[in-house]
């Protein structure tokens, strides 16, 4: 059977921490009397290495790579050292705004639309003249085949087919 008492010092003594910090940890909610309003002296020293921040309590040791508390601590500092990561890649130029980068798409994208809509106009008489073909006809059917090569790729990449609505994703 475990010990038992009533004081707050005493229990604190036994378990070897300040009575202010079992206090502290009591209102904190990290530890809490048996429904008898007695201290249980074991399980108040067991939740008190649970909890317990490693590198202040004399309650845990040295290695506390299975408490609760650690792989909290390991945890905040993978997040933190992630965001000081992206902040970084965002202040070197290597991480750029998603609607930045939809606007440089969109205007790289209409570049090259522009470009083969003018592509038939320009190249049907060449291809006419090595081929003994009428121009106007080469141009025509030129143009008639780049149409239906950008429908196939607008149709391909409608923005309603991948989440996006306006260039913004969090619209969709």
């Known amino acids: 059977m475990s ?5 707050t010092r005493e229990v604190a003594r036994r378990i070897g921490v300040s009575h202010t910090a079992l206090q502290k940890a009591e209102r904190a909610g990290r530890i809490m ?9 074991e399980k108040t020293r067991q939740r008190m290495a649970a909890t317990a921040d490693p590198t202040r309590s004399p309650l845990v040791p040295a290695m506390p790579d299975g408490s609760p508390f650690a792989r909290l601590k390991v945890a905040q500092l993978a997040l ?3 965001a000081q990561r992206l902040a970084l890649d965002e202040e070197k130029g290597r991480l750029i705004d998603s609607r930045t980068a939809n606007a440089a798409i969109d205007e790289i994208a209409g570049g ?28 025509t059917i030129l143009q008639q085949h780049v149409n239906e090569l950008l429908t ?13 609505t306006n260039g913004d994703p969090a619209a969709a």
């Not at 009397?33 to 002296?41: F, N, P, T």
């Not at 522009?114 to 121009?135: E, Q, Y």
């Not at 196939?152 to 996006?164: K, L, N, Q, T």
């Open 152 to 164: 196939a790729v607008a149709d391909r990449f409608d923005p309603s087919d991948i989440g996006v």
């Open 3 to 7: 010990e038992v008492t009533p004081s």
């Open 33 to 41: 009397r048996e429904a008898s309003g007695q201290w249980d002296v």
């Open 80 to 82: 933190k050292v992630e």
């Open 112 to 139: 090259m639309r522009d470009a083969l809509l003018t592509w038939p106009a320009r190249v049907a008489g060449l291809m006419a003249a090595d081929l003994g073909a009428d121009p106007h006809l080469m141009q």
